[in-house]
């Protein structure tokens, strides 16, 4: 039974470029949530996509959008890249609606230089 | 606005220590509260979840309760490992926007044999 999986493990940018990250949500969860966590802090929500739509969103600017596809996976696409957006983002996966316990994946480092 | 504290910071303790970890949350109307445990570079495990209406849980060496009149949750580690050495996380699911994980900052544990 696979977990949750992102790709890329690690991404190295420079500011202003563009990011975009994945995520294949665990086997029959339908919900997709994005953190972003930066060093020796908590994880912080960034969105939620359900049925392929945004339906939570956290305190994040419009450069960060995100995608949900028919087969559950989601992007987080972030613009502009900023050095503050270096962080560990985590995906993570539950089924349906309400308050389901979410499976985490391993999460990507990106860093900005 | 919902905001997640968790005391202390970092704990060393000798191996076979019992120890306790706190977390405190500032508006009780939650749906749940789970710990999880963060290896250093991963994502994240979920050891326990209790629901509002639940005063504790169970698993193996590790008791969660939760009092939620108060705003607390505390996470009761028996018989302590080297293997427990990670970052701890406490997080609640709060009511007014259920879906969205409000986390706590952390607590380092180091396990010394």
Redesign the interface.
């Known amino acids: 039974d696979a977990g949750v999986t992102q790709s890329p493990t690690h991404l190295i940018k420079t500011r202003g470029q563009q990011v975009t990250l994945r995520c294949s949500p665990k086997s029959g969860h339908d919900t997709v949530s994005w953190y972003q966590q930066a060093l020796g802090q908590g994880p912080q929500f960034i969105f939620q996509y359900y049925e392929e739509e945004e339906r939570q969103r956290g305190n994040f600017p419009d450069r960060f959008s995100g995608h949900q596809f028919p087969n559950y996976s989601s992007e987080l696409n972030v613009n502009a890249l900023l050095l503050g957006d270096s962080a560990l983002y985590l995906c993570a996966s539950s089924l349906g609606q309400g308050v389901q316990p979410q499976h985490f994946g391993d999460g990507t480092r990106l860093s900005i230089l | 606005k919902q905001e ?1 504290t968790q005391i202390p910071a970092a704990l060393s303790v000798p191996e076979g220590e019992n120890l306790v970890l706190n977390c405190s949350f500032t508006d009780s109307a939650i ?2 509260l ?1 710990w ?1 445990r963060q290896d250093p ?6 050891l326990l ?1 209790i629901q509002s209406s639940q005063r504790e849980q169970t698993s193996g060496r590790l008791n969660a309760s939760l009092d939620k009149s108060s705003g607390r949750s505390t996470l009761y580690i028996a018989a302590s490992q080297p293997g427990d050495s990670a970052t701890y ?1 406490c ?1 609640v ?1 709060e009511k007014t ?10 607590t380092s544990l180091s396990v010394i044999p």
């Open positions: 997640v749906y749940n789970q999880f570079g991963k994502g994240l495990t979920s979840l996380l997080a699911i926007s259920y879906d969205k994980v409000i986390f706590g900052p952390g």
